[in-house]
């Protein structure tokens, strides 16, 4: 959470500054600031609000400076206001800092740095930092931001500027995700590199507690205890136009859209058709290895844990492994069991969830083993589990997941598929899974091309203030999944439940004003699914259902059917209406679809 980014060169720094923030805005949108040093000073501009309103509180002129830093922030420390804003200043206005993450002993610092006499401008956490680095003796910025540092405690990404020490910026890691570039006769900081798509060649991570001297002429890493380190540069590929929305009207159904492709793309090379299995070369696993694995647990956070849930159940249904998703962000607060002969499988999109990167370094402290299911390459995650697979969805830009908690699903029906071909699943039924898997882009997108035919179900959701989600087995991950992207873009109140839980307990509040979303996929739960339809709808509740051809639908209000697949596959078909239709409710009640309020798409904070 939170956009960084950071530019020296000999370009006006403003526009680039201002184009990083926008691609950055889905990392934090409650308020952007931009500081360029011009003649020994620094001109600033900070604003409450999104990037736009940054953009019309910048002078007509513009800045012209040729190094300068900027933030798009997500509140952690101090409710979002001008004053809160980064960049934040010392008191002679000469140091610039933007910080993504939070400082613990600020309250400390602060106490210390206001008994000498200082006061602060913000009620931020990060100005102290300003006022430290400024008091700093040291004959370089790098030198001081280091010294500095040395005293800090907590969590931090840091770019710094010095409007009297203009040839270069100093960048920081410690938990959040810094990135540094290089371009022709440019440096550049970002938190995340598609802010430097189509600027920077060549970009480098910093790893925990290091610390980078960003100029024009290239980078120098440091440790925080002054070594200097050697970083690996790689090439900054991808499509700076893939982050643009285009002709759509937001980027989550852009992402919706994509979904075809993104799977295209999860599948392509990962087959080994000869015998009818996956091959996924990155989890570096030979099949003795994969024979003795005995229990797989999977963690991730929001979407990428109800990924894993679809994960669990096709693990468990074609490889016979005991398997569970948890959270991550709860997982390693109980002092987890971390067992030798379970693998360990961490799913995340952005590759930088601070509660899953945690949770995999507490189960590789334990001696446990962890691969990664990541959509962004290079990430901290994808790193620090060091093999696994890639998700190749492409960006992701709204902060719903869509087309990665899909592709996510499709790289769990992969896993399984290869972990069932090594034990006890038989060549034909892995051959009826690959023809399954080949078949999906284009089932998906027959799905969305009827969208149309999901406008009943969405009015009649944007017409309650409760509803529930229902699955049974392999649906209920995709009840919760659709319930929560309902919550998140539509703000309604939805509740997802497994189907057989109802009369235990929430069947109480069941009434004809709470719409029930009922997953009815053809398969052997069938008639059991059917049942559950007849007791909301003798207690009055309307049942929409999501379903598949063939069901009888008897007292079904409106329903959609998707595509009969093979059965394993449903839960990733039945997933895409319920995505267009948290949509079509978003966009009916006017919601801010791409960036809803209280959310940041990558949360790197604790
Ligand atoms: C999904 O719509 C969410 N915004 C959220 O639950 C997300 O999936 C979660 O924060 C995990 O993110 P990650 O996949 O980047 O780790």
Not at 55 to 61: C, E, H, R, T
Not at 490 to 495: D, F, G, V
């Amino acid at each position: 959470m939170c956009g960084i980014v950071g530019y020296v060169g000999a370009r006006a720094a403003q526009p680039l500054l201002m184009e990083g923030l926008r691609r950055l805005e889905y990392r934090g949108y409650d308020s952007a600031g931009i500081a360029v040093a011009e003649g020994g000073r620094l001109s600033v501009a900070k604003r409450k609000g999104k990037v736009r309103e940054l953009d019309a509180a910048l002078p007509a002129a513009g800045f012209s400076g040729a190094v300068g830093i900027a933030h798009t922030r997500w509140a952690t420390h101090g409710e979002p206001s001008d004053a809160n804003a980064h960049p934040h200043l010392d008191a002679t206005g000469r140091i610039g800092v933007v910080h993504n993450g939070i400082i613990e002993n600020a309250a400390a610092l602060k106490q210390r740095l206001a008994a000498e006499g200082v006061t602060f401008a913000s009620e931020t956490d990060t100005e102290v930092l300003a006022h430290l680095i400024a008091r700093r003796p040291e004959p370089s910025l790098v030198e001081a931001v280091r010294a500095v540092l040395a005293e800090v405690k907590g969590a931090y990404g840091l770019a710094v500027i010095d409007a009297a020490r203009p040839g270069a910026l100093v960048a920081a890691r410690n938990g959040g995700p810094v990135v540094v570039g290089v371009g022709e006769g440019e440096g550049f900081i970002a938190s995340d590199a598609a802010a430097l798509m189509g600027h920077a060649r060549s970009i480098a991570h910093l790893d925990d507690g290091e610390l980078a001297e960003v100029r024009a002429d290239g980078f120098t890493v440091f440790t925080l205890e002054g070594t200097q380190t050697v970083k690996a540069l790689s090439e900054l590929s991808g499509d700076a136009l893939a982050l643009e929305k285009g002709d759509y009207a937001h980027f989550m159904r852009k992402e919706i859209d994509e979904q075809p492709a993104a799977v295209r793309r999860t599948l392509l090379g990962r087959f080994d058709r000869r015998f009818a299995t996956a091959h996924l070369g990155g989890i570096e696993m030979a099949a003795r290895e994969m024979l003795d694995i005995r229990r797989v647990k999977i963690l991730g956070c929001g979407s990428a844990c109800h990924a894993g849930m679809v994960g669990a159940h096709l693990i468990e249904q074609l490889a016979r492994i005991p398997a569970h998703a948890e959270p991550a962000s709860e997982f390693r607060y109980r002092n987890p069991v971390i067992e030798p002969d379970t693998l360990y499988v961490a799913v995340s999109q952005s590759g930088e969830t601070f509660d899953t990167l945690a949770a995999i370094q507490e189960v590789k402290r334990k001696g446990g083993r962890v691969l990664g299911i990541v959509n962004a390459v290079g990430s901290t995650i994808a790193r620090e589990c060091g093999r696994g697979v890639y998700l190749h969805a492409g960006a992701e830009v709204a902060v719903v997941s869509t087309k990665t908690f899909t592709s996510t699903c499709t790289a769990f029906a992969l896993l399984a598929l290869q972990l069932g071909r090594v034990r006890d699943l038989s060549a034909a039924a892995g051959a009826r899974l690959v023809a399954g898997l080949d078949a999906l882009p284009d089932q998906i997108a027959g799905i969305i091309a009827r969208e149309a035919e999901l406008a009943a179900l969405s009015a009649r959701l944007a017409g309650a203030e409760h509803a529930y989600f229902l699955g049974r087995a392999a649906s209920f991950p995709i009840a919760v999944e659709g319930a929560l992207k309902l919550k998140e873009v539509s703000y309604l109140h939805a509740e997802a439940y497994a189907a057989s839980e109802l009369k235990h307990g929430p069947l109480a509040l069941i009434s004809p004003d709470t719409p029930t979303v009922m997953l009815l996929p053809d398969d052997d739960l069938l008639a059991k699914n059917l049942s559950t339809v007849a007791e909301v709808r003798t207690r009055g509740g309307p049942v929409l259902a999501v379903t598949q051809p063939g069901v009888s639908l008897e007292g079904v209000e409106a329903a959609f059917a998707v595509p009969a697949c093979e059965p394993e596959l449903a839960p990733l078909l039945l997933n895409i209406p319920l995505q267009l239709i948290a949509y079509q409710v978003a966009q009916g009640l006017g919601r801010d679809i791409d960036q809803p309020r209280n959310l940041a798409k990558s949360v790197t904070v604790e």
